[in-house]
Structures are given as structure tokens and as C-alpha cells.
């Protein structure tokens, strides 16, 4: 490394410390003389007025009612909004965001109607009583939605992008690391940086122009978000061993003195995969901020991120048995990282000048990150890391002269309101609610006693001060935050999706095994040897690596949606799956797709011949009708209208394949292509869900919901195998990519292009899961099989 590089590093890094150690000699200095007590008691005497119900029976049975927590975030906020609290609510959440995410000052009218128009927008995507289902609230927070609101925007295909890397970086994320919160903290860095640029236009900025700075945010958002997961995450996990953690830390540094990514060179050991992906996408991360940042706004941003990389260095090398840190070495570190990495975001988006946004934003970051401390105390005490509040805890009784890290939040709160915000009535009220909403919810995750101890530990040393806290704590109403609502929804979402899609590939591995166990036909005894050939030959197209997913969604649906015996329904499952391979042996004979490899496997004519194969498809068929005729224990009614049903299906599906026979050589409009899909695919997926509402009994408007369901998800799947055509490899296929190349044939891939197909995937995927939003079905295992469908790599 060039050592004028790196002396000029060192030397800004010197300048920010030393503005970080003025900042804290002056805390020290406000903190030492109690002016916090004077000034906060009487902003509270104020703010308490808002936030003391007297009538305390009252008080108690609403707030109670209004309670909110993860798993009730549709009925908290209905509750709010019944009651009239929505819109203050709102407002201090969004304002709060501005304050700390965007680095505004509130006493601003620009920014007071940015707020306004921020919390109306919100108001709109929120599952408010009254709204029905077909309004599309409370849609913004799912993958849907997002793609919803990325259509609207015009960064769809940048969403699918998105969508694609955050689905990579999940999957690399190493036993050792919490890949919940690490996605989870990557998202709501990309928010962040999006947020930014959406202040920065403004209003009237043309559709075109806006979309292409949108698709710009995201992908900084992305790309700088990325070093939480990949730099901070990883090296303070124990992932890495302490020689490949100095390896690591020395390509990080080298990177940004130089400017310029080195090479990964050789690495070793079982982290070897790992480390090369994360390189990789580093390396193309930080190539796309260099290569957008404007003339001037390189320096600011190699800068900052030096400051940021090197104060975290500092911190995470300290050790907590170190008992003779002094109060500079455990808390300028903490001004550093937490005011750096905030400008950093400015500087990835070279955005302009903004009169106040540096001072105010590198005062403010040590309150956000005490408050951060605080709540993550014990994790972080048992994890062995230093913070403010680990080392007090564990040297207060022998270090006199340490600060009381809970006394110095307090003076942060202080300094701020009054002498960085000029004691704006609204950031008082605004501050002063987000520091008693932190005492409530971690008194209430850590329990009264256990609280109480904290407190007894963390005393401020002026008791009037100490009661007037822990009395706002314990009555003050009305004092929650969005933000933090919509963090536990998501984190509880992040749960319980993980949770789903384990019982969902639990659950095909299972039925996917019963499956297999009852599909091979067994000669009878009684049959000729002219038989023989065509039962093996079905058995040898039935034993191949299928997916299974016909049957696999009939079983769903008729055992976990409409509680039909399992072993009652087996025969259709049969049928299901007699019907498909039918249909692949008829596909892939010569006259048709002409294809030799299926599932892994030579195709049924190449194993055999043509007229076997032949022989094979028909037979199959007719055995799904035998096996449909056997459903013995329902009403013959309903089987009889199964049978009726599968028979007409059936035939539309041989019009769907000759329809894409004729279709050969031929340039299709997206509609015929839709419609021979349709019939090709999409009735066959229909049929899966049909059947087994047909065998419960339901009604006819239940199964035409389904049937819009099902049109939309036998499209996307139909989608997803043009671009595996095209895109995927023959091992995880099990058959030859650029068969449809070969033969001529109109795909979605042919028609729009493969960032249309994208596209056109997701559009259908979206308006799948809004169908199946609709039907209220109780399965969550349709919605698994949705995202499947989608990010399937076979």
C-alpha cells in the first residue's frame, strides 16, 4: 500500500477524532454540571401533558386495548385508527425518520409538509378497518407489494434485480450469523438511501428522470448497505479465523486508502467459497458507488468510510477484560461509526450541499447508537463485546471515575433539543417520546425486576431527575413508533416465513416420498406379454426425478384446506401424476419437441420407440381415469363430476399442445401466448386445485377463484421454464437447455425479450398472491408454492 496514501487517511481520521473528542468534552462538561436535569425536567413537565391519562382506570384499559406487539400489527393500528390516534401517531414516527434517517431540522415548513404528505402516503398502504381486501393496503411490506409499488415507479426489472441479489446473499450467509437480521438491516439500508434520494427531487421531477434516480438509489442502497452483512456482521461473528479476519481486514483497509478493490489472491480453508462470492460482490458494489459519484463527492465518500471501517476496527479490538479503558477510548469511537455511517449515505448519492445536514447529523448519530447500546446490553455483554453500557456494567463498582453511559444519553437528548435544534418544540416532543418508547419496550422484554435493577445500576446520580424517568415509564400512553411496529411485523414476518417454508419443504419432501411409493403399476398376472413392454415403459417414465407439484398441490388443498382423509384422496394423486408424465412422453417425441433427456433420464422413445412411447402416453391416460373411477369414498356424485371435469380438461390440454405445434415458425402476440400456455400449463395446475374442491363440495364461486389463481400461477411457471431454457444448466434441469431455440417455438423469452419475461413473471406472480389474498384460504402452503415457482432453479 502507498504509505502518502495512507498517512492521508490516517490524517483525516485524526481530524475526525478530534472533532469527535471536542463533541465529547463537551458532553463531559454538560453532563459533569447536571444541565440535562435542569433543562429535561422542565421540557417534560410540558410533554407529559400529552402523555398522562389521570383518569388511571381508563388510562389502563386503554392502552391495554391498544396494545401493540409483532404478531398484532393489522389490530393495533386499526385500533389506532378508530380511536383518532393514527394520524399523531404517524406523524411523530415519520417525523422521527426525518430527524434521524435524513438528518432534517423539524422547525422547517418545507419539511413539516414533506411529513404531512409522507404520512397521508402511508396512510394509504395501512390494513385500516373498513378497507377491503381489493384496495391493496397492507400489501406494501410483502414482495408483492414491493413489486407493485416498483411497477408503479418504474424500476420493475431494477426490483427483480434486487429481489434476485437479496435471494443470493440469503443463501450465503454462514451458521454463525443471524441471516434474519442481516437481511432485514440491508433492507432498511436500501430504504434509507432511497428515502434520501426521494427528498432530494422533490416534487415535479418527470416520470423518466425520477425512475432512472430511483433505480440509482436502489442499487447504492444496495451496494453500501452491503458491508453490514459482509464487513461489520462477518467480522464480528466468529465465521472467520483471526488470521483470515486480518486477511480480510487488510483488503477492506487497502481498498479504502487506495480507492481501488486488490485481489483476493489465494485462500484456503473451509471459508474459501464464502470469501470469494462476498469479494466479488464487493468488488461490484464498490465499482458502481466510485463509478457514480460526482466530481468532488469520491474524497467525502473514502473519507468517510475510513472513519467509519477504522472506528469500528478500534471498537471491536477492545476486549472486555481490559479493565483501564478511559471514558475517550470507549465512547469517541462510539461519535465516530455513528455519525460516519449516516454521511456516508450523502456522500454515496453525491447529493448537494444541505445548509446544517453535516453538523446536525455528527452530533446526533452517539444518541441513536446509545440508544441502540442500551436495548442490546445483555446480548452484548454475553457476547463479550465492549459498548458504554458492557463496560459500565461490569466496571462501574471499581472505575469511580467512569461516565454512566445512561447519564450521558440523557445529556445527548439535552444538547440536542436545545443547543442543535434549537429547542423546536416539536423535536422535543419527538425525542422525549422516542426515549421513554426505548424504557418501555425494554422494561417490558426484560421484565419489572430485572428493570429495576438496571435502573438501581444506571441511577443518574439525582434522584428528582431518576423519579420523573421512571415515572413517565410507568404511565405515560401514546408513545409508540411505527417504525418499531413495522421492525417487529417484519422481523415476525422474517420468522414466520422461514418457519412456513421449512413445514412447506418438509411437507413436498414427504408427500412427494408417498407419492413415489404408490406410482409404479404392477403387471397382472393375467396380461400377455404384449403388455409388458408398455407397463415397464410406464414404470420407467414414472420413476424419474420428478417435481411432483400436481399432486403435491391437490394434496394441500384437499388434506390441509378442506380436511380430506389422505389415504382416501391417493388415487387421484395417481391420476395426476399419470396424466402428466403422459403428457411429457407425448411432448418429447420426435413428431413434436424431439427431446432425449427428461428428468435426468433418455426419453421414454429413445429408451424404447417411438411407437411404445406412443402406446405409453395412452395408457398412462387411461390409468388416471381408472384411478379417478376408484375415489370410493365420496360421493358418487362428486366423482362422477371429477371425472366429467378431468375429461374436458384433458382435452384442453391437447389443444394447447396443438396449439403450440402450429405455433412452430410463427411470431405469437403475448395473448395467443398467454392462451397456449394456458392450456398448455396453467390447466393442469388449475385441474390440481379443482379436483379435490370438487371431492369437499364447494361452491362454484370458491372454484372460480382458484381457477384465477391457478391461470396465473400455470403462467408463471410457464415463464420460469422459458427462462431456465434459456438460462439454466442441463444438471439442475434434468433435460437440454435451448430446446425451444432449437425448435422454433414462441416463447415468453422469444416474444418479450428476457427482462420482459422477468416482468411478465412477476406481474403474474403478484396478481396470484392478490387472488389468493382474496379467496382467504387458511393454507399458507399456496403461497410457498408461489414463491417457488419463481425462484426455482429446475
Not at 455528527?362 to 458492557?390: C, K, R
Not at 435502573?455 to 428528582?464: R, V
Not at 417414465?541 to 400436481?550: A, T, Y
Request: contains cysteine; charged residues 25%; negative net charge.
Amino acid at each position: 500500500m502507498n504509505d502518502q496514501l495512507q498517512n492521508n487517511a490516517d490524517a483525516y481520521y485524526r481530524l475526525a477524532k478530534k472533532k469527535a473528542a471536542d463533541y465529547f468534552t463537551s458532553l463531559s462538561g454538560q453532563l459533569a454540571n447536571k444541565i440535562y436535569a435542569t433543562t429535561l425536567t422542565k421540557d417534560i413537565q410540558t410533554w407529559k401533558q400529552n402523555h398522562i391519562r389521570y383518569n388511571s382506570f381508563l388510562s389502563f384499559f386503554s392502552h391495554r386495548k391498544g396494545k401493540s406487539d409483532s404478531r398484532g400489527y393489522q389490530t393495533y393500528l386499526r385500533w389506532l385508527d378508530s380511536t383518532g390516534k393514527l394520524d399523531a401517531y404517524l406523524d411523530r414516527s415519520i417525523s422521527y425518520i426525518y430527524l434521524r434517517d435524513l438528518g432534517k431540522s423539524l422547525d422547517s415548513p418545507q419539511t413539516r409538509d414533506r411529513i404531512r404528505h409522507v404520512v397521508e402516503d402511508v396512510k394509504e398502504h395501512l390494513p385500516l378497518s373498513g378497507t377491503a381486501p381489493t384496495e391493496g393496503r397492507n400489501k406494501l411490506f410483502t414482495i408483492a407489494g414491493l413489486y407493485r409499488w416498483a411497477q408503479k415507479a418504474g424500476v420493475a426489472s431494477t426490483m427483480i434485480w434486487l429481489m434476485d441479489k437479496l435471494k443470493a446473499v440469503s443463501s450465503k450467509i454462514p451458521a454463525g450469523m443471524d441471516a434474519t437480521e442481516a437481511k432485514r438491516k440491508l433492507m432498511k439500508i436500501i430504504a434509507g438511501v432511497v428515502m434520501h434520494r426521494i427528498e432530494e427531487m422533490g416534487e415535479g421531477v418527470p416520470a423518466e428522470e425520477r425512475a432512472g434516480k430511483l433505480d440509482e438509489a436502489i442499487r447504492l442502497g444496495y451496494s453500501y448497505g452491503l458491508t453490514y452483512p459482509f464487513i461489520d456482521d462477518l467480522l464480528d461473528s466468529g465465521v472467520l479465523s483471526d488470521e483470515e479476519k486480518n486477511r480480510y481486514t487488510a483488503l477492506i483497509r487497502t481498498t479504502l486508502v487506495t480507492g481501488s478493490v486488490p485481489a483476493l489472491g489465494r485462500w484456503s480453508g473451509k471459508n474459501k467459497e464464502l470469501i470469494r462470492f462476498i469479494h466479488s460482490e464487493l468488488r461490484e458494489a464498490y465499482t458502481y458507488i466510485q463509478e457514480r459519484l460526482q466530481h468532488g463527492a469520491r474524497e467525502g465518500f473514502l473519507e468517510q468510510s475510513y472513519v467509519f471501517f477504522h472506528s469500528q476496527e478500534v471498537d471491536r479490538e477492545k476486549d472486555l477484560s481490559n479493565a483501564y479503558y478511559s471514558n475517550e477510548e470507549l465512547y469517541i469511537p462510539v461519535i465516530l461509526k455513528s455519525a460516519s455511517s449516516r454521511l456516508i449515505v450523502r456522500s454515496v448519492l453525491s447529493a448537494s450541499e444541505d445548509d446544517g445536514f453535516d453538523n446536525r447529523t455528527f452530533f446526533y448519530g452517539i444518541y441513536n447508537q446509545l440508544a441502540d447500546d442500551f436495548a442490546d446490553m445483555f446480548d452484548d455483554l454475553m457476547a463479550g463485546a465492549v459498548t458504554p453500557y458492557t463496560y459500565y456494567l461490569k466496571y462501574h463498582s471499581a472505575r469511580p471515575d467512569l461516565i454512566n453511559p445512561f447519564e450521558l444519553y440523557w445529556t445527548v437528548i439535552s444538547h440536542l433539543v436545545h443547543n442543535v435544534y434549537h429547542s423546536d418544540t416539536k423535536t422535543v416532543e419527538v425525542m422525549l417520546t422516542r426515549a421513554i418508547n426505548g424504557l418501555k419496550r425494554f422494561k417490558e422484554r426484560m421484565g419489572d425486576d430485572k428493570y429495576g435493577e438496571v435502573m438501581e445500576i444506571f441511577a443518574t446520580g439525582n434522584p428528582q431527575f431518576d423519579r420523573i424517568i421512571q415515572t413517565m415509564v410507568r404511565k405515560a400512553v401514546d408513545v409508540d413508533f411505527f417504525d418499531k411496529l413495522l421492525r417487529d411485523h417484519i422481523i415476525a414476518n422474517f420468522s414466520d416465513e422461514e418457519e412456513e417454508r421449512e413445514a412447506f419443504l418438509d411437507m413436498v419432501k414427504t408427500v412427494r416420498g408417498q407419492i413415489n411409493d404408490v406410482l409404479h403399476i404392477f403387471e397382472d398376472d393375467d396380461a400377455s406379454f404384449v403388455e409388458e413392454p408398455i407397463i415397464d415403459a410406464a414404470n420407467y417414465s414414472l420413476q424419474g426425478d420428478g417435481k411432483r407439484l400436481r399432486p403435491i398441490m391437490t394434496w394441500v388443498m384437499g388434506v390441509h384446506e378442506y380436511g380430506l382423509d389422505q389415504s382416501a384422496i391417493m388415487p387421484l394423486l395417481k391420476s395426476l401424476e399419470y396424466m402428466h408424465t403422459a403428457s411429457l412422453i407425448f411432448d418429447d417425441l420426435p413428431s413434436q419437441d424431439n427431446s432425449t433427456i427428461r428428468r435426468g433420464c433418455p426419453t421414454l422413445h429413445h429408451m424404447y420407440n417411438t411407437a411404445t412411447a406412443e402406446l405409453t402416453g395412452l395408457y398412462l391416460t387411461q390409468k388416471a381415469v381408472e384411478e379417478q373411477a376408484s375415489l370410493d369414498k365420496f360421493e358418487p356424485e362428486s366423482v362422477l363430476r371429477l371425472i366429467h371435469y378431468s375429461a374436458g380438461k384433458t382435452a384442453d390440454m391437447c389443444r394447447g399442445q396443438s396449439m403450440d405445434l402450429n405455433s412452430k415458425g410463427k411470431k405469437l402476440t403475448l395473448e395467443q401466448l398467454n392462451t397456449m400456455c394456458f392450456y398448455k400449463t396453467g390447466i393442469a395446475f388449475e385441474a390440481s386445485l379443482i379436483m379435490p374442491a370438487i371431492l369437499a363440495g364447494k361452491h362454484e364461486s370458491e372454484l372460480e377463484a382458484l381457477k384465477r389463481f391457478a391461470y396465473h400461477a400455470g403462467i408463471a411457471f410457464q415463464i420460469k421454464d422459458d427462462l431456465l431454457d434459456v438460462e439454466g444448466d442441463l444438471a439442475s434441469l434434468g433435460k437440454p437447455t435451448g430446446k425451444d431455440a432449437e425448435n422454433n417455438n414462441s416463447t415468453f423469452v422469444s416474444v418479450l425479450g428476457v427482462e420482459g419475461a422477468r416482468k411478465a413473471m412477476w406481474d403474474h406472480y403478484c396478481t396470484a398472491m392478490e387472488t389468493l389474498q382474496e379467496t382467504h384460504h387458511k393454507t399458507t402452503y399456496l403461497k410457498h408454492l408461489l414463491n417457488y415457482i419463481v425462484n426455482r432453479d429446475s
